[in-house]
């Protein structure tokens, strides 16, 4: 089992950057695919990123596509997520989630675990 930690958000102006980090404790990062989502107030979680064991193979979607970048560290069990050219409703908390699985998957009922979310909020 592993245990994840989001650090890394806060407050920023449009069009600035953030970097969110995401710690795994409890057992080798690298036998996870991992992915990052978003939930704002209101909304459904929605997808953000994903990448698998290796690092190798990444997954976005379009709303951020160019603009967020996922990579991974397994010496470090670290995974990031660098976002740039930040807009306003980029604001949600983030989650970081671990899938044992090789693939990266878009789908969050597919990860087995969570972190608790770092708040995002991106002001005009």
């Known amino acids: 089992q592993v245990q994840l930690v989001e650090s890394g958000g806060g407050l920023v102006q449009a069009g600035g950057s953030l970097r969110l980090s995401c710690a795994a404790s409890?057992?080798?990062?690298?036998?996870?695919?991992m992915g990052w989502f978003r939930q704002a107030p209101g909304k459904e979680r929605e997808f953000v990123g994903a990448?698998?064991?290796?690092?190798?193979?990444?997954r976005y979607p379009d709303s951020v596509k160019g603009r967020f970048t996922i990579s991974r560290d397994n010496a470090k069990n670290t995974v990031y997520l660098q976002m740039n050219s930040l807009k306003p409703e980029d604001t949600a908390v983030y989650y970081c989630?671990?899938?044992?699985?090789?693939?990266?998957?878009?789908?969050?009922?597919?990860?087995?675990?969570w972190g608790q979310g770092t708040q995002v909020t991106v002001s005009s």
């Open positions: 989630a671990a899938a044992m699985a090789l693939a990266p998957s878009r789908t969050w009922s597919e990860y087995n675990y």
């Open positions: 409890g057992s080798t990062a690298s036998n996870y695919a």
């Open positions: 990448i698998s064991r290796s690092g190798y193979i990444t």
